[in-house]
């Protein structure tokens, strides 16, 4: 009875031995994959904890200051433009007036934040050298914020001629357009600039 408590425990310690081996191995074999994922959501995170901590700083009947800017630049945009557009502070949101009619609202999701924070934490994943990863992420930040604010006076001037087409265009074609974008702006990244560029 003695001998096969020994045996079974041996048996045990040597298949923990194998997990632990096999573990390794794996470990070693995904090492830039998990590397990677821990990067991105580390980051993720971060910036996201950052941005609700600046966003709750904000009174809860108030409009952030993010958002305000856009909502400004949006008017400014859209008067160089040529666009009549004007946008006015309401409850949590800028109203967009629009050939004299309320078209749509800027809310704190309006604002580009969220993509940012997504774009920048895929390149901190995929870093290279830190003052390019630094630049890039500035530089797509800043086409990001641009192409937000594009998508907005382009939508405002949309949903006044197709109102009937609002759900496909705030909710599918445009989300498409920006998101796309960043795909091929994290392409571009990796291809030339990341550590992983061949």
């Not at 040529?82 to 078209?103: D, H, V």
């Not at 641009?146 to 496909?168: D, G, M, S, W």
Request: with cysteine; hydrophobic share 55%; aromatic share 18%.
């Amino acid at each position: 009875m003695f001998y096969a408590k020994v045996i079974i425990a041996d048996f045990k310690n040597y298949i923990n031995l194998l997990k632990i081996d096999f573990l390794k191995t794996l470990f070693q074999q995904y090492r830039p994959f998990l590397l990677f994922l821990g990067k991105f959501f580390l980051s993720y995170l971060l910036l996201s904890v950052l941005y609700r901590f600046y966003l709750s700083q904000v009174s809860d009947d108030a409009i952030d200051g993010i958002t305000a800017n856009v909502s400004k630049t949006v008017r400014q945009a859209a008067q160089w433009l040529g666009i009549s557009i004007e946008t006015r502070p309401g409850f949590m949101a800028y109203e967009i007036i629009y050939q004299g009619k309320s078209i749509a609202r800027i809310i704190e999701g309006c604002n580009g934040t969220s993509v940012i924070i997504l774009f920048t934490a895929f390149i901190i994943a995929f870093s290279g050298k830190l003052k390019a990863t630094l630049i890039y992420v500035l530089l797509g930040s800043v086409v990001i914020y641009v192409l937000n604010i594009v998508r907005i006076i382009c939508l405002t001037a949309l949903l006044y001629k197709f109102p009937q087409f609002e759900h496909f265009l705030h909710g599918v074609l445009f989300p498409a357009v920006i998101y796309g974008i960043v795909f091929l702006l994290w392409l571009f990244w990796i291809k030339n600039y990341s550590k992983y560029a061949s």
